[in-house]
């Protein structure tokens, strides 16, 4: 039995020689950690549920061997109304995937999003494979719900647009942190061990090795946790990428692989859009889905492995055909030269330019809807705007914590703008879907409360309690001094050695 502090991985299966040898090999790796318990039928594990609830611990992962019907839910729904970080996997035989019915409640479940994946159980012991599945869940709950001490801490008040900026820069980027707002305890007492005294008006930044940043810039809290914001002296490559997104990344793995000097540009954070995305579905070789700032770390190791270089947290802003070649210039004042120039400056959201809302970035308007995001969301009535996937995923994933989430568009539906499976998944999860609407105004005390909406075809306008609004909207719109373009190629064939 766990002690009440410790998360907990409970193990449903009705087999009671199948479920001592799968609690037998978790003990096995996780008991120092975690809590293993177990049940052997649905209302015995609801009752387990709702205990863990009640002690005030945290469900980290369910493992069971069928979805359970208790008062018409699916246990796998009813961890997540509990525990909404909480990962589930359904547990089964091997070669049970060929298995009709098996593989149709898989899909039916993932499809309505209850489930995160199947689990092959453990056949022999020590079973690696098990244990990666296992830990790949419990790594993605952790980074989810954040509750173990972090590398990095911001301190800064929830409704200030500055501490969203840093927050989401390090979330994008990668980057472990916790967040604590300055009056509690726990915040005087990290400030106090930084020889902090004051409670801080403005954000402040706690490195691993004590370092103090006050109210950072972007590159200061780049350079801090060990990216490169210079060009280098006497810069020139081969290439220049301008964007750190997924194409941009996958440029430069490709063009340094070939043995390129290739120097990669972001004026924000590695991922791009991409970095915002609570999880992607649809990239091939990640079946059961990664999250987009996970995917772009990994990509970024992988341009950096081949010998990328990096400029972060810098804004490329002109180009320009040299001698040799193209100089490409960055703010403030750098130039680099290159043979060959990469756009990958891909899309920015559309700004709501709605007056009285733009004033609440930060504090209750967001664009985006990460981990991060979600933590301001949790049980307020939530407005995601936008019809195209972005915000289909934004709603599916605030839906797990918020007490409402609403889709407003201004369209007369989501067939056109939305794929199918989000669509669905949508439907499943009790998301209210609004056609016709747009938001023309809004309002609160320092964060957002109300936000007012109105009928396209009637032109009637009501306020709408509003806790929190997640604006999924994007354009595309190139650099100021660049072409249009999401990923162009400047220039000729770059080949590996200059002729
Ligand atoms: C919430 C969300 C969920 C999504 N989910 C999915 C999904 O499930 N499946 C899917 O296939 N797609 C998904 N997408 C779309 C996917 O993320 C984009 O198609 C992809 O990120 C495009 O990559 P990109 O590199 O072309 O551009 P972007 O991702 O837009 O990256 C462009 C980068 O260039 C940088 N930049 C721009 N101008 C400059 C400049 N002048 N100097 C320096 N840097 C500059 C930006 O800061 C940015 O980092 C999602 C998008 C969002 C927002």
Redesign the pocket.
């Known amino acids: 039995m766990s002690s009440v502090a410790q998360p907990v991985i409970l193990v449903v299966a009705r087999d009671p020689r199948v479920r001592a040898a799968i609690v037998a090999e978790l003990e096995r790796r996780y008991a120092a950690d975690y809590g293993i318990e177990q049940a052997d039928d649905d209302a015995a594990a609801a009752t387990r549920i709702d205990d863990i609830a009640a002690r005030g611990a945290h469900l980290a992962l369910i493992l069971a061997d069928r979805a359970g019907d208790v008062d018409g839910r699916s246990l796998f729904a009813r961890a997540r109304t509990r525990f909404p970080d909480v990962r589930r996997g359904r547990l089964i035989e091997w070669g049970q995937w060929g298995d009709a019915a098996v593989r149709d409640e898989i899909l039916s479940l993932m499809g309505a999003g209850e489930l995160e994946y199947y689990v092959i159980r453990p056949w022999h012991s020590p079973d690696e494979y098990f244990h990666r599945t296992i830990t790949e869940f419990l790594l993605e709950w952790e980074r989810s719900i954040g509750l173990r001490p972090r590398e990095v801490a911001v301190i800064g008040r929830a409704g200030l647009p500055r501490t969203h900026e840093l927050r989401s820069l390090l979330a994008r980027g990668g980057v472990p942190h916790e967040w604590l707002e300055p009056e509690t305890d726990a915040a005087r007492t990290r400030l106090a061990a930084a020889g902090v005294g004051e409670v801080p008006d403005r954000p402040i930044v706690v490195m691993l090795d004590g370092r103090v940043l006050r109210d950072p810039g972007n590159a200061e809290l780049a350079e801090a946790y060990g990216l490169t914001t210079s060009l280098g002296d006497d810069p020139s490559a081969d290439v220049v990428v301008?964007?750190?997104?997924?194409?941009?990344?996958?440029a430069g793995v490709y063009a340094a692989s070939e043995g390129l000097e290739v120097l990669i540009?972001?004026?924000?954070?590695?991922?791009?859009?991409?970095?915002?995305?609570?999880?992607?579905?649809?990239?091939l070789g990640f079946s059961r889905?990664i999250s987009?700032s996970e995917l772009a770390q990994r990509a970024y190791q992988q341009a950096w492995v081949f010998g990328a270089r990096f400029a972060h947290a810098?804004?490329?802003?002109a180009m320009e055909a040299g001698e040799s070649g193209f100089v490409v210039h960055?703010a403030p004042e750098d130039a680099i030269r290159c043979r060959a120039i990469v756009l990958?400056?891909?899309?920015?959201?559309r700004r709501l330019d709605v007056a009285g809302l733009e004033a609440f970035e930060g504090a209750g308007v967001y664009y985006?809807?990460s981990a991060m995001e979600a933590q301001w969301m949790v049980g307020r009535p939530v407005f995601v705007i936008g019809g195209g996937?972005?915000?289909g995923?934004?709603a599916l994933h605030l839906a797990r914590y918020a007490a409402s989430v609403t889709l407003l568009v201004r369209g007369s539906g989501l067939a056109e703008s939305m794929s199918q499976y989000l669509i669905d998944q949508l439907a499943a999860q009790g998301v209210e879907v609004r056609t016709r609407v747009e938001v023309v105004g809004g309002g609160g005390d320092g964060v957002l409360e109300r936000i007012r909406l109105r009928d396209r075809d009637t032109g009637v306008e009501v306020d709408e309690a509003c806790g929190g609004c997640s604006c999924?909207s994007?354009r595309r719109r190139?650099?100021?001094g660049?072409p249009r373009a999401?990923?162009a190629i400047v220039g000729g064939t770059c080949s590996r050695a200059p002729t």
């Open positions: 301008v964007g750190a997104g997924p194409g941009g990344l996958a540009v972001e004026r924000e954070s590695i991922g791009g859009q991409a970095g915002s995305s609570s999880l992607i579905r649809n990239y889905g987009g810098r804004e490329a802003v960055v990958a400056t891909g899309v920015s959201y985006g809807a996937n972005s915000a995923q934004a999924s994007a190139g650099p100021a660049f999401s990923s």
